[in-house]
């Protein structure tokens, strides 16, 4: 029998029956943190209790879901049992939730057992580890649990520096305004930096292990030069800022490349925006990223050859 099943046995030996089931963990405590994992391990419980027929809430920390249901705002005595889920049983959050919920039934499901003799631990009236417990170590729910469809996978090239043009220079609002749009889009944000080194892990040490990273994403958003060639060269569409009042090398390198993603800073507004991130991502920019990525691989081609070498986009209609 796995946790799931375990958990929904246990509920319903209750004498009175499982009543109102409150789901926390430690994206419930506001010093607490949510991960990818717990949310996760939390949906493959509420998919259990759902199918079960048993209601539930949810418990989320203000500063991860601000509009919805806290610990304040889930008083103990509209619940009959209460559930942690996942991470490890150790700490005072956990103490505190022992303490506030003392009159309900308190379960932990796919926890780490750190101290199995902590108060954490024996506050419980059922424990279901993952980890730590009396028996094996069981798969983290989070493997098992249902998902929705995977949103695009976004690398965001940005640059503060390029002093060279002075108080030309619209990078800050740039990177501001990208920065805020992006954080509202549903994809997975990727920061990328172009700059190579060899003694920084979070760096690429050779422009082959960039384009390896432009090529696995769906969308580059940048305000760099080499984001929108590099992106392009990878076959991969680019949302391109110009960070530069009035228009610059980016600018100039969209116009060679023949690139119609590309919005000046004046312009970075969430309507332009939201356009060229439909047309990138709804197969029109893909489809035009890879004909540049060819025109571009056939250049190569004829520059190894010692043929000359026209522009890539000469001879090319532009895309719309």
Avoid at 78 to 96: D, I, M, S
Avoid at 282 to 304: I, M, P
């Amino acid at each position: 029998m796995d946790a799931p099943d375990r958990l929904l046995a246990f509920l319903r030996a209750h004498p009175e029956g499982p009543g109102r089931v409150l789901l926390t963990g430690w994206f419930s405590f506001t010093d607490g943190e949510a991960t990818a994992g717990d949310l996760l391990a939390r949906a493959a419980v509420a998919q259990a209790l759902d199918a079960a027929g048993i209601p539930h809430d949810t418990a989320w920390s203000a500063g991860f879901a601000p509009d919805a249901r806290t610990l304040d705002e889930a008083p103990p005595e509209a619940y009959r049992h209460v559930l942690f889920v996942c991470g490890p049983l150790h700490g005072p959050q956990l103490l505190e939730l022992h303490r506030r919920y003392a009159g309900c039934v308190r379960v932990a499901v796919n926890v780490s057992v750190i101290d199995p003799r902590g108060p954490e631990t024996t506050g419980f009236a059922l424990v279901l580890a993952r980890d730590g417990g009396t028996g094996p170590p069981r798969p983290d729910l989070a493997a098992l649990a249902p998902a929705g469809p995977l949103p695009p996978l976004v690398a965001i090239v940005l640059t503060e520096g390029q002093g060279e043009y002075g108080d030309r220079r619209g990078h800050a609002d740039a990177t501001v305004a990208l920065t805020s749009w992006a954080a509202g889009k549903d994809c997975a944000r990727l920061p990328v930096d172009t700059r190579l080194a060899r003694d920084d892990w979070r760096l690429c040490a050779g422009p082959e292990q960039f384009l390896a990273l432009a090529a696995r994403c769906d969308l580059v958003v940048t305000t760099r030069l080499h984001g929108l060639v590099l992106a392009l060269r990878a076959g991969v569409p680019a949302l391109a800022v110009d960070p530069v009042l009035g228009g610059a090398k980016l600018s100039a390198q969209a116009r060679a490349l023949r690139w119609p993603a590309l919005v000046p800073v004046e312009e970075t507004r969430p309507d332009v925006l939201d356009r060229w991130w439909r047309w990138c991502l709804d197969g029109r920019g893909r489809a035009a990223a890879r004909r540049r990525a060819a025109l571009l691989a056939r250049a190569r081609r004829r520059r190894v050859a010692g043929d000359p070498v026209s522009s890539p986009g000469r001879g090319t209609p532009a895309a719309r």
